[in-house]
């Protein structure tokens, strides 16, 4: 059996999940599948949608901080990285970022576009050493926002062309 048809015995829902779990994908993608691919319900897509994406937020919350603590101190290399990483990445942004910390993270969240989402607004929490429950809060409240916004567009692209095509 291939991918493609492996793809057609799982449950909408299942396939939902995890592909806002994907880090490209996240909503983005789980949305618009559920809506058109599976006819799924709305407000089921939402809520499976937001789940889906925040389980790898909070994974990646509470455990890259501890990996990147063993690193630095078993490696001379991820030692030298993070310490350049960190440097670097406030030295050049933290005082716009600190004045804006909370409408920066849910504003660079809530926006649906390439490479915005809670898997990198996680990694910018960490960078910026936002504490954790802080983080997952402004992730969580983009989350929701963004997941409205793809939903909107979603429904209203469909609506817009159902109207053309009747």
Do not use: Q
């Not at 004045?99 to 920066?104: H, R, V």
């Amino acid at each position: 059996m291939d991918f493609a048809n492996f793809l057609e015995y799982i449950s909408p829902r299942i396939a939902t999940f995890f592909t806002a779990m994907t880090p490209i994908g996240e909503l983005r993608a789980s949305i618009p599948i559920a809506l058109g691919t599976y006819g799924m319900n709305i407000f089921e897509t939402y809520i499976i949608s937001v789940i889906g994406n925040m389980i790898p937020v909070i994974a990646i919350l509470w455990i890259l901080e501890p990996v990147s603590k063993f690193l630095m101190n078993r490696f001379r290399p991820s030692r030298r990285f993070f310490n350049w990483l960190f440097g670097y990445t406030r030295r050049r942004h933290s005082k716009r970022f600190e004045k804006y910390e909370s409408i920066a993270l849910v504003s660079f969240v809530g926006i649906p576009l390439p490479i915005t989402g809670g898997w990198t607004g996680a990694l910018i929490a960490f960078v910026f050493g936002i504490p954790r429950k802080k983080a997952l809060l402004h992730i969580f409240i983009g989350v929701l926002i963004a997941g409205i916004i793809v939903t909107i567009i979603c429904k209203t692209v469909g609506y817009v062309k159902f109207i053309i095509a009747g």
